[in-house]
């Protein structure tokens, strides 16, 4: 089982960037498909973004497409989400989770969590108008 610890999260101004980091402990670390989730008060959980477990593949909510960039390094454990030009509504938790990955050639991420798979504590975004 893989453990995950997401950082990088803070109050920005609209328009602002943060990078979010998910530091992944565990065996095997390049066998995880790894996703992003966030929480707003009130609302349920959204996908953000997943990655392959090779890092070939991604795919973003349209929320956030062409603003945010998921990415990983196998050798240092993490998946990182760089998230740019970001709206007030962009305010939540974020989440990183493990995810389902198709088994097509590539293989294909999916943004739809593993059941009783592996989830971080979650960082806070905030960003301010």
């Known amino acids: 089982e893989v453990q995950l610890v997401e950082s990088g999260g803070g109050l920005v101004q609209a328009g602002g960037s943060l990078r979010l980091s998910c530091a992944a402990s565990g065996l095997s670390f390049d066998d995880y498909v790894i996703g992003w989730f966030r929480q707003a008060p009130g609302k349920e959980r959204e996908e953000v973004s997943c990655?392959?477990?090779?890092?070939?593949?991604?795919n973003y909510a349209d929320s956030v497409k062409g603003r945010f960039t998921m990415s990983r390094d196998n050798a240092k454990n993490t998946v990182s989400l760089q998230m740019n030009s970001l709206k007030p509504e962009d305010t939540a938790v974020y989440y990183c989770?493990?995810?389902?990955?198709?088994?097509?050639?590539?293989?294909?991420?999916?943004?739809?969590?593993?059941?009783?798979?592996?989830w971080g504590q979650g960082t806070q975004v905030t960003v301010s108008s």
């Open positions: 990655i392959s477990s090779e890092g070939g593949d991604s």
């Open positions: 989770a493990e995810v389902l990955e198709l088994t097509t050639i590539p293989p294909r991420c999916t943004m739809r969590a593993v059941p009783n798979g592996s």
